[in-house]
């Protein structure tokens, strides 16, 4: 069965930081551009980042861009979200998602939940203190 799987959630203080993981069983992720989407209570989700399929090219959020750092290791078929300085407002379910690629540096727009194939269960996030 081909799936993603998030993991590294949890409760965070404010000013912590964790990384999230993402990872493929099934199917490879090299042929694959990944996006991580949050989706905070009452809120519609957001698209946060998004990695190329072979890592050399990533897009942020506006609103995240300099806390949030998107990385991949395709032979451990993982891609990961560092997160820097929580806020209580980064308070979140986390999604990835996985996009097919054809190109080495296309990353997928943020704005849009369309086309990917495959999409993990989500992992929850807190900031609290």
């Known amino acids: 069965q081909s799936q993603l799987v998030e993991s590294g959630g949890g409760l965070v203080q404010p000013g912590g930081f964790l990384r999230l993981s993402c990872t493929a069983s099934g199917f490879t992720l090299d042929s694959y551009a990944i996006a991580w989407f949050r989706q905070a209570p009452g809120k519609e989700r957001e698209g946060v980042a998004c990695?190329?399929?072979?890592?050399?090219?990533?897009n942020y959020a506006e609103s995240v861009r300099s806390r949030f750092t998107i990385s991949r290791v395709n032979a451990k078929n993982t891609v990961y979200l560092q997160i820097d300085m929580l806020k209580p407002e980064d308070t979140a379910v986390y999604y990835c998602?996985?996009?097919?690629?054809?190109?080495?540096?296309?990353?997928?727009?943020?704005?849009?939940?369309?086309?990917?194939?495959?999409w993990g269960q989500g992992t929850q996030l807190t900031v609290s203190s």
């Open positions: 990695i190329s399929r072979r890592g050399g090219s990533t």
């Open positions: 998602a996985a996009m097919k690629s054809y190109h080495d540096n296309w990353v997928p727009p943020l704005l849009s939940e369309d086309g990917y194939s495959y």
